[in-house]
C-alpha cells in the first residue's frame, strides 16, 4: 500500500512539473514573441534613423542601450525560467521597453519634421543666394558703366582746367602787353628828352675834340720826328751790344781758366797727415777723416766708406794739424740720433751759404756756432769759411744741442801765408 502510495505521490508530483513546464514553456514562448515584436520594431526605428542625418548617432547610442538592455532580459528570462516573478518583471520591462519604442518612434517622427524643415530652408536659402549673386552681377555691371562714366568725366573736366588756365594764362600775356606798351610809351618819352639833351652834349664835345684832333695832329709829327731818331739811336745801341756781347764770352774763357787753375792749387791730394788709416794702414794723404767719438780712430779719402759706427761722426781734416794731444782723445760727445728714412735723409737745417734746406751729408764748423754747408757749397774751389776751421761729415740726422763751439780752439791746423 505504502508503495502504491509512493507511487501516486510520484505520479502526481511528476504531473504537477509537467503541468509547470509547459506553463514555463507557454511563458517562455509568449517572451520569444514579445522580443521578435520588439526586435522588428527596433529594426523598423534603425530604418528609420538612418534615414535622418542630423540624429543618426544619437540613434546608434539608442539602440545599442537598446540592446544591452535585451540581452539582459534575455540572460534574466533565461535564468529565471521558473519564476513567475520575474515573468510579471519581464512583461513589466517590456511595457517600459514599448513606452521607449513609442517615445523614440515620436522622436523619430519629430527629427524628421525638423529635417523636412532644415531642407525647406536650405532650398529657399540656395534661392536667395542664386538671386544674390544675380543682383551682385547686375551691380558690377553697373559699378563698370558708373566706373568708365567718371573716367570720361574726369578727362573732361581735366581738357575744361586745361582751357581756363589758357584762357587765363592769356589774359594775363595781354594785361602784361598792354602794362609794357605803357611803359613802352613813357619810355619813348622820356628817352625823346634825353636824346635832345644827349644831342647838345654830343655838339659841344664834337667842338671840343676837334680843338684835341689839331692838338693830336701836331703831336703826333712831334712823336714821328721823334721815333726817327730812337731808330738811329737803337742801331748803335745793337752795334754796342754785339761788342759787350764778345767781351762778356772772353770773360767766361777767363773765369773758367780761373776756377781751374784754383782748383790744382788748392788740391790736398799730395798733402800727408801725421796718422795712418785704421782700414788700409796706410799714411793718409789728401783728406783725413778723424772719428770724432773714438780714441785713435783715422781713416783716409779711399776707406771713408767702410763699415764704421752708424751713429759716429767724422772730422774732416785737408790740411795737417801738428797738436799730438788730439791724437788719443775723442773730441766730441754722444749726440742723439734721429731716426729717419735713409733713402731721403733731410736735417733740417738750412746751408749759410746758398740758404736752402740740406739734404745728403751735413757739413758743420767745429769752431763756429751756427755755420752749416751742404755738399755743393763745401765742395767749391774757394774758401768760403775760415780755412783754419775744421768742419764736421755728418752723413745721418742727429740732434746737436749746443750754443758753443765742439771742438777745442786748439784742434786747427796751421795755415801759412803764401807769398
Same mark, same amino acid.
Given at each position: @500500500?505504502?508503495?502504491?502510495?509512493?507511487?501516486?505521490?510520484?505520479?502526481?508530483?511528476?504531473?504537477?512539473?509537467?503541468?509547470?513546464?509547459?506553463?514555463?514553456?507557454?511563458?517562455?514562448?509568449?517572451?520569444?514573441?514579445?522580443?521578435?515584436?520588439?526586435?522588428?520594431?527596433? $529594426?523598423?526605428?534603425?530604418?528609420?534613423?538612418?534615414?535622418?542625418?542630423?540624429?543618426?548617432?544619437?540613434?546608434?547610442?539608442?539602440?545599442?542601450?537598446?540592446?544591452?538592455?535585451?540581452?539582459?532580459?534575455?540572460?534574466?528570462?533565461?535564468?529565471?525560467?521558473?519564476?513567475? $516573478?520575474?515573468?510579471?518583471?519581464?512583461?513589466?520591462?517590456?511595457?517600459?521597453?514599448?513606452?521607449?519604442? &513609442?517615445?523614440?518612434?515620436?522622436?523619430?517622427?519629430?527629427?524628421?519634421?525638423?529635417?523636412?524643415?532644415?531642407?525647406?530652408?536650405?532650398?529657399?536659402?540656395?534661392?536667395?543666394?542664386?538671386?544674390?549673386?544675380?543682383?551682385?552681377?547686375?551691380?558690377?555691371?553697373?559699378?563698370?558703366?558708373?566706373?568708365?562714366?567718371?573716367?570720361?568725366?574726369?578727362?573732361?573736366?581735366?581738357?575744361?582746367?586745361?582751357?581756363?588756365?589758357?584762357?587765363?594764362?592769356?589774359?594775363?600775356?595781354?594785361?602784361?602787353?598792354?602794362?609794357?606798351?605803357?611803359?613802352? *610809351?613813357?619810355?619813348?618819352?622820356?628817352?625823346?628828352?634825353?636824346?635832345?639833351?644827349?644831342?647838345?652834349?654830343?655838339?659841344?664835345?664834337?667842338?671840343?675834340?676837334?680843338?684835341?684832333? &689839331?692838338?693830336?695832329?701836331?703831336?703826333?709829327?712831334?712823336?714821328?720826328?721823334? #721815333?726817327?731818331? @730812337?731808330?738811329?739811336?737803337?742801331?748803335?745801341?745793337?752795334?754796342?751790344?754785339?761788342?759787350? $756781347?764778345?767781351?762778356?764770352?772772353?770773360?767766361?774763357?777767363?773765369?773758367? &781758366?780761373?776756377?781751374?787753375? @784754383? *782748383?790744382?792749387?788748392?788740391?790736398?791730394?799730395?798733402?800727408?797727415?801725421?796718422?795712418?788709416?785704421?782700414?788700409?794702414?796706410?799714411?793718409?794723404?789728401?783728406?783725413?777723416?778723424?772719428?770724432?767719438?773714438?780714441?785713435?780712430?783715422?781713416?783716409?779719402?779711399? #776707406?771713408?766708406?767702410?763699415?764704421?759706427?752708424?751713429?759716429?761722426?767724422?772730422?774732416?781734416?785737408?790740411?795737417?794739424i801738428d797738436n799730438d794731444r788730439f791724437i788719443r782723445t775723442a773730441l766730441l760727445p754722444e749726440f742723439k740720433l734721429i731716426e729717419k728714412d735713409e733713402n731721403d735723409i733731410d736735417h733740417q737745417i738750412i746751408c749759410s751759404v746758398c740758404n736752402k734746406n740740406i739734404k745728403?751729408?751735413?757739413?758743420?764748423?767745429?769752431?763756429?756756432?751756427?755755420?752749416?754747408?751742404?755738399?755743393?757749397?763745401?765742395?767749391?774751389?774757394?774758401?768760403?769759411?775760415?780755412?783754419?776751421?775744421?768742419?764736421?761729415?755728418?752723413?745721418?740726422?742727429?740732434?746737436?744741442?749746443?750754443?758753443?763751439?765742439?771742438?777745442?780752439?786748439?784742434?786747427?791746423?796751421?795755415?801759412?801765408?803764401?807769398?
Open positions: @500500500m505504502e508503495k502504491i502510495k509512493n507511487k501516486r505521490k510520484s505520479n502526481s508530483y511528476n504531473t504537477n512539473n509537467n503541468n509547470n513546464n509547459n506553463n514555463n514553456i507557454d511563458n517562455n514562448n509568449n517572451n520569444t514573441d514579445l522580443l521578435n515584436n520588439a526586435l522588428n520594431e527596433i $529594426k523598423q526605428l534603425k530604418t528609420k534613423f538612418y534615414e535622418s542625418d542630423i540624429e543618426r548617432e544619437g540613434l546608434k547610442t539608442l539602440t545599442e542601450s537598446l540592446k544591452l538592455k535585451i540581452r539582459q532580459l534575455q540572460k534574466k528570462v533565461i535564468e529565471n525560467e521558473n519564476s513567475k $516573478k520575474e515573468n510579471i518583471a519581464f512583461k513589466s520591462q517590456k511595457e517600459l521597453l514599448e513606452e521607449e519604442i &513609442e517615445k523614440l518612434q515620436h522622436k523619430s517622427r519629430e527629427y524628421e519634421k525638423i529635417i523636412q524643415q532644415l531642407r525647406n530652408e536650405l532650398q529657399s536659402l540656395t534661392q536667395q543666394n542664386s538671386q544674390i549673386s544675380q543682383n551682385k552681377i547686375e551691380l558690377e555691371n553697373k559699378n563698370h558703366l558708373l566706373g568708365s562714366e567718371i573716367q570720361r568725366l574726369k578727362t573732361q573736366l581735366v581738357e575744361s582746367d586745361k582751357e581756363i588756365n589758357d584762357l587765363k594764362s592769356e589774359a594775363k600775356r595781354l594785361s602784361d602787353r598792354i602794362n609794357t606798351s605803357e611803359r613802352n *610809351r613813357i619810355n619813348i618819352k622820356n628817352l625823346q628828352e634825353n636824346l635832345d639833351l644827349e644831342c647838345k652834349r654830343l655838339q659841344r664835345e664834337n667842338a671840343e675834340k676837334e680843338i684835341e684832333i &689839331e692838338n693830336l695832329q701836331s703831336e703826333i709829327k712831334r712823336l714821328k720826328d721823334k #721815333c726817327v731818331t @730812337m731808330y738811329q739811336e737803337s742801331d748803335e745801341a745793337a752795334k754796342s751790344q754785339e761788342t759787350l $756781347k764778345g767781351e762778356i764770352k772772353k770773360l767766361q774763357l777767363v773765369i773758367v &781758366e780761373q776756377d781751374r787753375i @784754383m *782748383r790744382e792749387k788748392y788740391q790736398p791730394d799730395n798733402i800727408i797727415h801725421p796718422a795712418y788709416c785704421n782700414v788700409c794702414s796706410k799714411y793718409i794723404a789728401g783728406i783725413r777723416y778723424k772719428c770724432g767719438h773714438c780714441d785713435n780712430y783715422d781713416i783716409c779719402d779711399k #776707406c771713408e766708406s767702410s763699415n764704421h759706427y752708424s751713429t759716429h761722426v767724422f772730422i774732416k781734416i785737408k790740411r795737417p745728403g751729408i751735413r757739413h758743420k764748423c767745429g769752431h763756429c756756432v751756427g755755420f752749416e754747408l751742404c755738399v755743393n757749397c763745401e765742395a767749391y774751389p774757394f774758401n768760403l769759411h775760415d780755412p783754419s776751421h775744421v768742419f764736421l761729415k755728418i752723413k745721418r740726422p742727429v740732434h746737436i744741442d749746443s750754443n758753443e763751439p765742439i771742438l777745442p780752439p786748439d784742434f786747427r791746423p796751421l795755415i801759412k801765408s803764401k807769398r
